[in-house]
């Protein structure tokens, strides 16, 4: 709703479509979540994300 509320029974109703396994909406939903969970899961993406941030601290270091 506008003011950022929701009721009870939107919420079941939402749980209620997502999870049906005949639901294009659901499918689509944990199609995608398989996807997010293989990227985030990735070890190289971890890695990148410290050696970034281990550069730029030895970068503030330097300055």
């Known amino acids: 709703s506008e003011d950022g509320l929701f009721t009870r ?8 479509v997502v999870m049906d396994a005949e639901s294009e909406l659901g499918q689509t ?4 979540h398989a996807k ?6 990735n070890q190289g993406l971890e890695n990148s ?5 281990v550069q730029k601290l030895d ?3 330097k300055s």
């Open 9 to 16: 029974e939107a919420v079941c109703n939402t749980v209620r």
């Open 29 to 32: 939903v944990r199609t995608n």
């Open 36 to 41: 997010w969970r293989e990227f985030l899961l």
């Open 49 to 53: 994300y410290v050696d970034d941030l």
């Open 59 to 61: 970068s503030l270091l």
